[in-house]
């Protein structure tokens, strides 16, 4: 199954840095998504994406993840030469995992 | 006289939003306030340019277009407007606003809240400023502008004047929001949980579009409906700082848990300390409910004292940005586009600081290796797109990329088509902090 299938996720920037919120349609997946969706895993799925360190903060009042991906944005949105210089698309690429 | 619950509306969420769900907040939302927030890392270093070559102009370039259709009905409702598209010159802007009420023979007092300009301080400082994001020396940039990140002090002397239409130039988002809560409800300054409440409530608001389903939907496993007569959000916000998140009815779109989450985790690095100048907010502590349809019922959120800097956004001289894109189409349409992609890096390669190809529909956006993985047959693609650019230090070397894009129109691979071509001049943003003790608000009030 695709992560796609059971939760959602929007990119953000800040800088050089990749912002991914990971969020279960049903609040009671949230659970299984803290013990699959690992830092290791993001960081082995987003290999060619993600260069630098992730930091996964659990929300579990809102039974979300979210992911903070150091060195995500070919050096940054005002000076990158990729046409998506937010990474705005990149959540998509996060709902591309197996699961 | 202190109020119990107020209502804010935000109509814009970026300087290029929509003016139509505005006018819709201004005419059916029975709103207190409407804010507009326009004013993006890099429009402000855009707006300086526009400042230096012209004194009466930086301020946001929709300003006419946004005043002249509300200002009549933010008059006839009593609806008080809060926003950043003062952008580099909040004074021009508000003599711009007086200017429209005179015409439009609407009585009203404008206030322009200035101070976040630090240009001329930094530059007279014998402070040594570091990026924050690389720890090189400020002074090796070509600085055109820094702007500080200011907070809702401003704002508030501009709402005790009574100010009707408040301009103000670089502050943050959350504080837009903040201030007339603040104002209306005499929270205490120090009072760092609602404080921490009320950015909350600012921050799921900042997006407009966002959070009522717009930049959410996707058509089978996110489906919204109504998105062309997508309806921007207002939140009923209580004194004790809890809020219901709701739109128009009749708008298109959809506020939901599900718009909320994705809305409260938006560009957010570190959901325990949300840094604003007005308080470091903690998210983790907030809780949503669906209370109705099309109804969030947002509570809990705290706060911690304020940062004794401001963050502060330098805008300097970076690069040319030259482009150019040709496309390929039908039988080994990707190994044309990649025979291009090759010359194309013979030619000019050697030329630029930097040098990128991509191949638009096959690897643009996921990047080369992420891209492989999801194992599209390459020779099924009906049709790609080669992008080509690069940095280069003029405007007539970037415009050689595009040229030289042109110049396969005859010199092959064969059938490439619609090629376009782009020079930019690209104004990087770095940031640095500044004690917040050197930089204050002042408010101009006008009035019509």
């Known amino acids: ?99 | 006289m202190k109020k119990d619950k107020i209502r804010i509306g935000c109509g814009a969420g970026f300087s290029g939003d929509r003016i139509e769900p505005a006018l819709v907040l201004a005419e059916q939302g029975e709103l207190d306030y409407l804010v507009l927030e326009c004013l993006a890392e890099r429009t402000i270093a855009l707006a300086q340019k526009r400042k230096l070559q012209d004194a009466s102009k930086g301020y946001d370039p929709h300003l006419e277009k946004r005043i002249k259709s509300l200002l009549p009905l933010l008059v006839k409702n009593q609806i008080k407007l809060i926003t950043n598209m003062g952008a580099a010159n909040p004074l021009a802007a508000a003599h711009k606003v007086i200017e429209i009420a005179k015409e439009l023979n609407l009585p009203i007092k404008v206030a322009a809240v200035t101070g976040d300009d630090a240009t001329q301080w930094v530059r007279n400082s014998s402070t040594h400023f570091t990026i924050l994001e690389n720890g090189q020396a400020l002074n090796d940039y070509e600085v055109i502008s820094i702007n500080a990140y200011m907070g809702v002090e401003g704002i508030l002397e501009a709402l005790t004047a009574d100010a009707q239409v408040i301009i103000t130039g670089r502050v943050s988002d959350p504080s837009l929001f903040l201030a007339p809560m603040i104002h209306e409800f005499d929270w205490q300054m120090d009072d760092y949980d609602l404080l921490g409440k009320g950015t909350v409530i600012g921050h799921l608001l900042e997006c407009a579009g966002h959070i009522t389903g717009g930049y959410f939907a996707e058509p089978i496993m996110k489906p919204i409906e109504g998105l062309a007569t997508l309806g921007h959000p207002f939140a009923d916000i209580y004194a004790d700082g809890s809020a219901i998140i709701s739109k128009v009815k009749g708008t298109g779109g959809k506020i939901t848990l599900q718009t909320t989450k994705e809305q409260l985790l938006y560009e957010v690095i570190n959901p325990h300390e949300y840094y604003t100048p007005d308080v470091i907010a903690d998210f983790t502590t907030v809780k949503l409910e669906e209370i109705g349809e099309n109804q969030v019922w947002v509570t809990g959120g705290t706060g911690k004292t304020k940062p004794s800097t401001y963050k502060a956004s330098v805008g300097y001289k970076a690069f040319y940005l030259g482009e150019g894109e040709i496309s390929y189409a039908g039988f080994n349409a990707v190994g044309r586009a990649k025979l291009a992609g090759e010359v194309l890096s013979q030619r000019l390669k050697p030329q630029f600081e930097a040098f990128r190809i991509d191949y638009i529909g096959l690897n643009a956006i996921f990047r080369e290796e992420f891209s492989a993985k999801m194992k599209v047959e390459e020779s099924y693609l009906p049709e790609v797109r080669l992008r080509v650019s690069g940095k280069a230090s003029t405007a007539e070397e970037a415009l050689l990329i595009g040229e030289e894009v042109e110049a396969l129109y005859t010199n092959g691979p064969a059938a490439g088509g619609g090629v376009r071509k782009n020079v930019n001049e690209v104004i990087g943003i770095v940031s640095i902090l500044i004690d917040r003790n050197v930089l204050k608000a002042n408010v101009d009030t006008l009035s019509a």
Request: hydrophobic share 40%; aromatic share 6%.
């Open chain 1, 1 to 99: 199954m695709k992560l796609y299938e059971i939760a959602h996720s929007r990119a953000g920037d800040k800088g050089n840095t990749l912002t991914l919120s990971l969020i279960p349609f049903k609040e009671s997946d949230y659970e299984l998504l803290c013990t699959q969706i690992t830092v290791q895993k993001v960081q082995e799925h987003l290999q060619g994406i993600v260069e630098g360190e992730i930091i996964r903060y659990e929300l579990p009042n809102i039974s979300s993840l979210l992911f903070v991906c150091q060195q995500a944005l070919l050096g940054g949105v005002t000076t990158s030469l990729a046409i998506d210089t937010h990474g705005k698309t990149l959540s998509y690429a996060l709902l591309e995992m197996e699961v």
